[in-house]
């Protein structure tokens, strides 16, 4: 199993990024996937999730408006659209697969830094 984020990168304030986590090893599309994030000192936090069953979305209040969750299910890959990116906004950002059911499965990519400076 693996999850390869991608797309991370130093960018100026209201700068727009787009990560990307490429999935093998298991079957993408029975997975919710989604994005957290986790800042020096902070607790690691949800930022959005998508589900694999309809593709419904949810993101956090705080990114609301200026991040969007995607997947892509024929590439095996979930997507974070983050635009008028802040400084808060940096963190190490992560991937996250699950599986609910009666076998509850959880991977984690490595993550990808982003920060937001000018």
């Known amino acids: 199993v693996q999850l390869g984020e991608s797309g991370g990168g130093l960018v100026q304030p209201g700068g727009s990024l787009r990560l990307s986590c490429a999935a093998s090893?298991?079957?993408?599309?029975?997975?919710?996937m989604s994005w957290y994030r986790q800042a020096p000192g902070k607790e690691r936090e949800l930022v959005a999730y998508?589900?694999?069953?309809?593709?419904?979305?949810n993101v956090a209040d705080s990114v609301k408006g200026r991040f969007t969750i995607s997947r892509d299910n024929g590439k095996n890959t979930v997507y974070l659209q983050m635009n008028s990116l802040k400084p808060e906004d940096t963190a190490v950002y992560y991937c996250?697969?699950?599986?609910?059911?009666?076998?509850?499965?959880?991977?984690w990519g490595q993550g990808t830094q982003v920060t937001v400076s000018s």
């Open positions: 090893g298991f079957t993408f599309s029975s997975y919710v």
């Open positions: 996250k697969a699950e599986r609910l059911g009666l076998v509850h499965l959880v991977y």
């Open positions: 998508i589900n694999n069953v309809d593709g419904s979305t």
